[in-house]
């Protein structure tokens, strides 16, 4: 089994950073960058939406629109996290953020293309 843990959510005002990261474990975890990393966001009624994605060993990475200049995807393959730096964040970022892993380590785009999950945390923006 794979598990993935994040932390690092919390309340903020609009216009201030945060940042939240993903610890990867578990027996059936294989070199750890040989995955793709993503992060995605889900509001109640919506569908989970991918903000950022890094793939595995190139480091090439994706950004929504919504996100793009303000949201900063990082990956430790020592340490075997990942980390989402987000800035100026408006009342919008308000969801609850998964982080992903895609065994095949290429970059996916929507959820489908990600095997593993962890249980998310939430980020708060207040106006």
């Known amino acids: 089994q794979v598990q993935l843990v994040e932390s690092g959510g919390g309340s903020v005002s609009a216009g201030e950073s945060l940042r939240v990261s993903c610890a990867a474990s578990g027996d059936g975890l294989r070199t750890y960058a040989a995955y793709a990393m993503a992060w995605f966001r889900q509001v109640p009624g919506k569908e989970r939406e991918q903000v950022a994605a890094m793939a595995a060993w190139s480091g090439a990475t994706n950004y929504a629109d919504s996100v793009k200049g303000r949201f900063t995807i990082s990956r430790n393959n020592a340490e075997k996290t990942v980390t989402l730096h987000m800035s100026n964040l408006q009342p919008q970022d308000t969801a609850l953020y998964y982080c992903?892993?895609?065994?095949?380590?290429?970059?996916?785009?929507?959820?489908?293309?990600?095997?593993?999950w962890g249980q998310g945390t939430q980020v708060t923006v207040s106006s």
């Open positions: 992903a892993a895609n065994r095949d380590g290429d970059l996916q785009l929507t959820a489908r293309g990600y095997q593993y």
